[in-house]
Each structure stands twice: as C-alpha cells, then as structure tokens.
C-alpha cells in the first residue's frame, strides 16, 4: 500500500492550492513535498541502512529548498504564509 494516495494528494492540493486541480502552484508543491520528506523520514527511522531512500531523501529537500527559495523572492507574504502553515523552521 502506497503512502500517498490520490485522496491524499487532492487534499494538501486543496488545502495550499489554489484549488483541488491547482497541482503546480509552488505552495501546494512544498505541501506535497513535506508531506512525502515527513513520510521517508518516518521510514529511515525504522530502516537506517536504506540509502537509495536516504538519497531520494536529501534531493526531496534540496527541492523543497530551492522552492521555498523562489518563493522568498517572488512573494515574502506567501513564503511567511507557507512557512508557518507547515510549521517549517527559518
């Protein structure tokens, strides 16, 4: 059974999207982002050799990163926005 189901990733589209079909817009891809590093990490607690996880991991982050990034530039409010709605440490 996979983690992230379709009914899952509708919902954190609909919660930081614009609308449950908003699948591009860079909040609603940091949700989706976050809720998949949460999930990988939950995993490496359990399984602490698995390095191709451990791997796909740190890219996940380095992409929520540069994201995250963007935002600050483009738009302060929505990057504070994001930022406190995901509890997201800065």
């Known amino acids: 059974m996979s983690y992230l189901t379709a009914e899952k990733k ?3 589209f ?9 699948t591009g ?5 940091i949700a989706l982002f976050s809720f998949r590093i949460s999930s990988l990490t939950e995993h490496l607690k359990k399984n602490r ?5 451990q791997r796909a991991l740190l890219k996940l982050v ?19 926005t ?9």
Request: proline letters at 0%.
């Open 49 to 53: 050799k698995d390095y191709s996880t």
């Open 25 to 29: 817009s860079t909040e609603a891809q």
């Open 10 to 12: 509708t919902e954190i």
């Open 62 to 80: 380095g992409k929520r990163r540069s994201l995250l990034n963007y935002l600050k530039n483009t738009d302060i409010e929505r990057y504070r």
């Open 14 to 22: 609909e919660t930081y999207g614009k609308s449950k079909a908003d």
């Open 82 to 90: 994001i930022i406190k709605s995901l509890n997201l440490r800065k």
